[in-house]
């Protein structure tokens, strides 16, 4: 799996608490991304980061944070999970932004 | 956005025979490529085709990008049950930042 772990792996909370998943990863890579994965969307951006302290929104940003503080961890905040934040979400690393590796999933239930 | 589409969304053949899968996207890029995933796992590399390539391949994966149509297809020779996986496309994006867009995937079954 290229090094890259994501804890939790399973999670279930309730509507309007805030929920942090972790990216971790050992090989340096400059490129961390969060995807999350829904039946009949496929994979969709929600932020991605090109270093340290440089993150940029993705395709699907409302109601996420993300946070690199250091090379190796990249954190997905819920702030106040919804039920339709419900999903499996990856954790992908790049060196070159083009060929990237996935972590394992975390998947999310929001009651 | 720009968004790779797979076609078809679902394959079912028999052990032995080829699989093909297409992409097609909607605006000019700088490569494409495809990944695999198996069920309750994440997404792993298979290869990438640049711009400026009309075939790549790899063991028993052959994929083709034809730029004019923007279109590409994966074909995988003499399948095995364990390539049973859904099967992504994936573009660059168009603002030249590292990212990818991805299409909503090809759910391939082999049977034996």
């Known amino acids: 799996d290229a090094g890259i772990t994501q804890s939790p792996r399973h999670k279930v909370t309730e509507t309007g608490t805030p929920v942090t998943l972790r990216c971790h990863q050992t090989?340096?890579?400059?490129?961390m991304y969060w995807y999350r994965q829904d039946p009949g969307h496929g994979l969709r951006l929600i932020h991605y980061s090109y270093g340290v302290k440089d993150t940029d929104k993705g395709e699907v940003s409302d109601g996420y944070s993300v946070s690199r503080s250091k090379t190796e961890d990249f954190l997905l905040t819920l702030e106040s999970a919804t039920s339709s934040q419900t999903s499996v979400y990856f954790c992908a690393i790049s060196t070159s932004g083009f060929e990237q590796f996935f972590g394992p999933g975390t998947r999310l239930t929001v009651l | 956005s720009q968004q790779g589409e797979e076609d078809p969304q679902a394959l079912s053949i028999q052990e032995g025979e080829n699989a093909t899968m297409n992409c097609s996207y909607k605006?000019?890029?700088?490569?494409l490529q495809w990944y695999r995933q198996n069920s309750g796992r994440g997404l792993v590399h298979l290869i990438l085709i640049r711009s400026n390539e009309r075939e790549k391949h790899s063991g028993r994966l052959r994929v083709t990008l034809d730029t004019s149509k923007k279109s590409s297809s994966l074909l995988i020779t003499a399948s095995r049950a364990a390539d049973t996986a859904s099967y992504f496309c994936?573009?660059?994006?168009?603002?030249?930042?590292?990212?990818?867009?991805f299409g909503q995937g090809t759910r391939l079954t082999i049977n034996p």
């Open positions: 994936a573009t660059d994006a168009p603002q030249g930042a590292q990212k990818l867009v």
């Open positions: 090989e340096n890579h400059r490129y």
């Open positions: 605006t000019s890029i700088n490569n």
